[in-house]
T-cell receptor, first 116, second 114 residues
Framework: ETGVTQSPTHLIKTRGQQVTLRCSSQ?????VSWYQQALGQGPQFIFQ???????GRGNFPPRFSGLQFPNYSSELNVNALELDDSALYLC???????????????FGEGSRLTVL | AQSVTQLDSHVSVSEGTPVLLRCNYS??????LFWYVQHPNKGLQLLLK??????LVKGINGFEAEFKKSETSFHLTKPSAHMSDAAEYFC????????????FGAGTRLAVHP
């Protein structure tokens, strides 16, 4: 167990809807990253938040947005859902930018989103 | 740009035999490389990491990997497979940009047979 918890674990949406996924980071960790893992593929980096600000973003459109709260928990929001957004969404936490030196991210078990 | 290629999508071994999962990397500078494991319905767990210290890296559960610059490889090995090793394994390189972006390979599914 990593101490990173995500909710909900599973959800089903229809095209065009909006979704919010939540993540509680491991105690003491102030950096949160989000990854999208499509079926049969490796995770892809969406973005990272450090001290409530986005400080890195992957190749995802603006309809993917996020928030980090003062307690370091985080949300991932996806607007105008498309069928290709169906995936496992993983949240990972690490301690500050020291995480850059170790690469050790602590992952949650993910939220599986199905878009119909 | 950094990237990794996992050379096998599926590997099947018998319990007690050696495991070899192959990974090649591409990087314009000295890379930070990792292996992560994902068991069914579980989150990703770090097995080991290379960050320019010793080229032979030992990880958890008896796994190790050797960084070979001349071959741009970072293969994962284990002398003797256990049934509990059955999982998806990802070779990972840290991306550039000053933040903790990890670039994952497509994964290798390891099956272990009795």
């Amino acid at each position: 167990e990593t101490g990173v918890t995500q909710s909900p674990t599973h959800l089903i949406k229809t095209r065009g809807q909006q979704v919010t996924l939540r993540c509680s980071s491991q105690s003491g960790h102030n950096t949160v990253s989000w990854y999208q893992q499509a079926l049969g593929q490796g995770p892809q980096f969406i973005f990272q938040y450090y001290r409530e600000e986005e400080n890195g973003r992957g190749n995802f459109p603006p309809r993917f947005s996020g928030l980090q709260f003062p307690n370091y928990s985080s949300e991932l929001n996806v607007n105008a859902l498309e069928l290709d957004d169906s995936a496992l969404y993983l949240c990972a936490s690490s301690l500050g930018l020291a995480g850059r030196d170790t690469g050790e991210l602590f992952f949650g078990e993910g939220s599986r989103l199905t878009v119909l | 740009a950094q990237s990794v290629t996992q050379l096998d999508s599926h590997v099947s071994v018998s319990e007690g035999t050696p495991v070899l999962l192959r990974c090649n990397y591409s990087s314009s500078y000295s890379p930070s490389l990792f292996w992560y494991v994902q068991h069914p319905n579980k989150g990703l767990q770090l097995l080991l990491k290379y960050t320019s210290a010793a080229t032979l890296v030992k990880g958890i559960n008896g796994f190790e990997a050797e960084f070979k610059k001349s071959e741009t490889s970072f293969h994962l090995t284990k002398p003797s497979a256990h049934m509990s090793d059955a999982a998806e394994y990802f070779c990972v390189v840290r991306g550039s940009g000053g933040y903790n972006k990890l670039i994952f390979g497509a994964g290798t599914r390891l099956a272990v047979h009795p």
